[in-house]
């Protein structure tokens, strides 16, 4: 049992985000790390026969310890997990009670860690989607905690902390959430003949499960559960009923749980007169393409460029995340551009050591000691920019 330290209750706003990265493939790789809340009824094995009942082929992996929180799993074998790579997704589940307490405990024992997690997830998973397993409050809520945090005396008022708390790590780390409590809510309020608890008001039953299992899969493929045949050892009616719940809660309002869209930035240095720094700025992307308008490119997240040219250029920067669909932004602007007429002169000093040198349409095709240029078997007419003097000179080689 988790006892709550201090007395100090700041109620979080809601706040509602929307439509984020959709995969498309048809098989995952997913870690699933929790505790008790997701071992019991091996929820991960349930999630996987659901998927193969549709087609959808998953691989599932647990690090599960019975009431692990996040600082345990930050300090356990779970990293080396996460760090060994080659998840598609990875299910992250707090202990049961924590991200329910008051602020200067949740700030303590649950937001950091929650954050060197997802933090390591992209750092050393590429293409992956980190997900918040929402979980629920106690049938009855936690009285033993309710005596120093009142909220949490009830069942509505657990199950609304637990949920505003989850919300506020998705939205801070973007991330999604698999609003399983939000579902059982639904359940509660709508079809309470359901007994979605274990006998101990906490722990899932088998309905519990399956409507945690069936939240989950239409999260990964954004797809309703009504057409899902697999029972796992309910009523048919109790089956109905919870996928109705799953499609209203989560289907039909899939992007309010999905990671925050992708919204592309640039910052844009001027070096000189000609050339620029260009700087993504685009939380959490993996992919980047600059356009610079004058027939050049780049790939990488930062770089400088030198415009051969004066003009005014359209640059444009597009930015994506593993270039997953319906997960790339744009972004475009223009920039003068004066460039210091080039001196119609086929000498230049061979010590200098930094120079650009384009065709006389302005493609760049060289950098580095103009000597070593000079030795190459190319002819034509060049511009030759010398960096450090700004000074731009037309050659015949």
Request: charged share 20%; glycine share 6%.
């Amino acid at each position: 049992m988790r006892v709550i330290h201090g007395i100090r209750a700041i109620l979080l706003l809601f706040c509602i985000i929307f439509y984020a990265n959709l995969y498309s493939q048809n098989e995952y790789r997913i870690l699933f790390v929790g505790n008790s809340y997701t071992y019991v009824n091996d929820l991960p094995a349930m999630i996987k026969e659901i998927s193969l009942t549709t087609g959808k082929k998953i691989i599932v992996e647990s690090s599960t310890p019975g009431g692990a929180t996040f600082q345990n799993h930050c300090n356990n074998v779970t990293m080396q997990k996460i760090k060994n790579g080659g998840w598609d997704v990875v299910v992250l589940q707090e202990q049961s009670q924590l991200p329910s307490f008051p602020d200067s405990q949740f700030e303590v024992e649950v937001y950091p860690w929650a954050k060197m997690l997802v933090d390591t997830i992209y750092k050393y998973n590429d293409c992956v989607l980190p997900m918040f397993y929402m979980t629920w409050g106690r049938k009855n809520g936690d009285a033993a905690n309710g005596v120093y945090f009142p909220v949490l005396s009830t069942y509505e008022g657990m199950d609304s902390m637990l949920c505003l708390r989850y919300m506020l790590m998705k939205d801070s780390f973007n991330t999604a959430v698999s609003p399983v409590g939000r579902v059982w809510r639904y359940i509660r309020r709508n079809f309470p003949s359901i007994e979605l608890y274990e006998t101990d008001g906490s722990h899932p039953s088998l309905s519990g499960s399956y409507a945690a299992a069936l939240t989950f899969y239409s999260m990964l493929f954004k797809d309703s559960p009504n057409a899902i045949k697999y029972n796992p050892g309910i009523s048919e009616n109790e089956m109905t009923l919870i996928k109705q719940a799953v499609d209203s809660v989560v289907y039909k309002h899939y992007e309010d749980w999905q990671r925050d869209s992708l919204t592309a930035k640039m910052k844009i240095t001027a070096v000189s007169e000609s050339t620029y720094l260009f700087e993504s700025e685009t939380p959490f992307a993996t992919t980047f393409y600059w356009d610079f308008g004058d027939g050049n490119s780049s790939d990488l997240p930062s770089v400088e460029h030198t415009f051969s040219n004066s003009g005014t250029f359209l640059v444009t920067l597009k930015t994506g995340r593993c270039l997953d669909a319906g997960y790339e932004d744009s972004v475009s602007t223009s920039i003068n551009v004066s460039v210091p007429a080039p001196t119609d002169n086929i000498f230049l000093d061979n010590k200098i050591e930094n120079v650009i040198v384009y065709t006389i349409l302005g493609v760049e095709v060289w950098r580095g000691k103009y000597s070593d240029f000079i030795k190459k078997d190319e002819c034509g007419v060049f511009l030759v920019r010398d960096v450090d003097n700004d000074v731009i000179i037309k050659i015949i080689k």
